[in-house]
């Protein structure tokens, strides 16, 4: 067998088994020749929440989690959002490339043109419970989509999935506004195709007169934060997006169910927690009695660590900078001053080091979004906004992928083993 490989030894059977290794992976399915017996199934990898199962070949995005290292198409996010506006980088993550100026402009040009939802779906929001679920608000809107372009479903035509994901990522701001704007009980404001992407949602969700003007500090805040949210390889939303879409359904079917995945307070609402455990410290003072009982196991500290990164996650260097700049312009929070304390005093604990729990990127934005004046309900409504790019991105590269096949993952079988079902009884009522 050339190439290295995996040998294995089954103490049941004495038997020997050579597996190829490639990629520092080897196939789950040769697993399947390790049999006790001609009628056993053969064996099966275990692994709850696909921790150590690569699921798919990805040349989006990469994260070295023990070296805090996170790039899009092979460029550090670093220069990415400090040189490149979020249209470049969804185009990046697209296409692969970053485009041109002319590439940019037919781009951004066929996003504006899908900022408009259909009247309709504008109605469906409007008939939501104005206490709701934003998410939830979101996730049947991106659904509902499905039903105004049945040409979706062809998913095998690249001009066809290329039409649908201009829809998708034109779309999804202006759904997000319209929701706000339902739960705060004011009318929808139109886009504006003059602005920005990151500008024209900020005037959809804020402006309450024609003299309203979006703050280019804010404009520019949101449009990083846009960029830092745009992918994160294979987390739970966007495996949801691919699973999904290995059916073959439509592309806003499958990001309906990545905007339910990322609605889950452990992926797109951790930054909400954050905010709650800042507010609940309240003053730099308490916060030496909070880590302590974080040491003790009592709480748990929110924003510190991450599930991947084992250093200093790179998104939230970005964003601690971000946070002052936005201060600048809407006034210091007097919680930033907790959380920075909060910070100095974890990565100067050993119990925090040794345990490398690090700031993440949930860390400093829920003080970013409160700032410029979006409800906690909305966070991870911000998130799916910038994510939409890498949902589209990831769907679409698995469509391309010849080794793709629909998601069918096994299962540890414990129940009853097999059992006669017993005769009924008659009943004692009289007829």
Known sequence: ??????????????RQYEFSIEEGTIRAI?????????????????????TNTACCRSEITYIDGERGILSYRGYPIEQLAESYDFMSVSYLLLHGELPDTQEYGNWASQIRQHLDVPENIQNLIGSFPQDGFSMGMVMSSVAALSSYYPEALDVEDEASRRLQI?????????????????????????????????????????????????????????????????????NCSANAMRSVGTSRTDPYTAAAAAVGALGGPLHGGANEAVLRMLEKIGSKDRVAAHVKLAKEGEIRLMGFGHRVYKNYDPRAKIIKQLASQVFEVTGSNPLLDVALELERIALEDEYFVKRKLYPNVDFYSGLIYQAIGFPTDMFPVLFAIGRTIGWASQWDESLRDPERKIARPRQIYYGFPRREVPAQKSSNVSE
């Open 166 to 234: 201009y829809r998708l990522v034109g779309k999804i701001p202006t759904i997000a506004a319209y929701v706000h704007r339902r739960k705060v009980g004011q009318p929808y404001v139109a886009p504006n195709k003059e602005l920005s992407y990151a500008g024209n949602f900020l005037n959809m969700m804020f402006a309450d007169d024609a003299s309203y003007v979006v703050n280019s500090s804010i404009e520019k805040a949101m449009d990083v934060l846009f960029v830092l949210h745009a992918d994160h390889e294979q």
């Open 30 to 50: 040769d697993l399947r020749q390790i049999k006790d017996s001609e009628e056993d199934f053969g064996l099966m990898a275990y692994d709850p929440g696909f």
């Open 1 to 14: 067998m050339p190439g290295p490989v995996l040998s294995v030894t089954d103490s049941r059977t004495g």
